[in-house]
């Protein structure tokens, strides 16, 4: 199984245009999307070619695949689920890959592993499981410091990085952990 993990997308229909390309070349089984789709948000600047009515149409081009899982990030509103085709306001959800592997998938604001400003609320996982999130726009992939059974993955941010590069993630079941997510930068065309 190969997963195809994006976060903090923040409306740039440049940069949701770059993810788009980089799904066709990818050609995962599923798309995970970790929130902060739509809205740039109060805190964070205007992203490069903000319109997020031309994000809408290639969001919901993935929704009809029935192979997307999103979760609500903090910039997220109800308005927002009016326009996309699939579900976008769970707090989280339980993924489990076909190697039996639990991923965790949530945004940061509500659970998160205590990184880069992300909340320190890990719930309850079993060990060999791995928090997947967004929120913080910084890459992550390694142990939580406090419970290092379980690992944390942070694509880093589509379109508003915080650590340089515009970025997704990768995740392929079968492989150790620490093997299994890495980080793909998006480059500028």
């Avoid at 989280?92 to 076909?98: I, L």
Wanted: aromatic letters at 8%; charged letters at 20%.
């Amino acid at each position: 199984m190969k997963l195809l993990i994006a976060s903090d997308i923040h409306g740039s229909a440049y940069w949701a245009g770059r993810l788009m390309e980089a799904i066709e070349a990818e050609q995962p089984d599923r798309i995970v999307l970790t929130g902060d789709l739509l809205y740039h948000g109060p805190r964070n600047d205007l992203p490069r070619d903000y319109a997020p009515k031309q994000v809408i149409p290639m969001l919901n081009s993935l929704a009809k695949t029935g192979n997307l899982v999103a979760v609500r990030g903090n910039c997220e509103a109800e308005v927002d689920q009016m326009v996309l085709d699939f579900p976008c306001m769970a707090d989280y959800a339980v993924m489990c890959d076909d190697a039996g592997r639990e991923l965790f998938v949530t945004h940061g604001h509500v659970f998160g592993a205590g990184f880069h400003n992300s909340v320190d609320n890990l719930p309850q996982l079993p060990a060999g499981s791995a928090i997947v999130y967004g929120h913080t726009h910084v890459k992550v992939n390694e142990p939580v410091p406090a419970r290092p059974e379980v690992w944390a993955f942070n694509p880093g941010s589509v379109s508003i990085p915080k650590d340089g590069t515009h970025s997704y993630g990768l995740y392929e079941s079968g492989l150790p952990v620490a093997e299994a997510f890495r980080h793909v930068v998006l480059e500028e065309a």
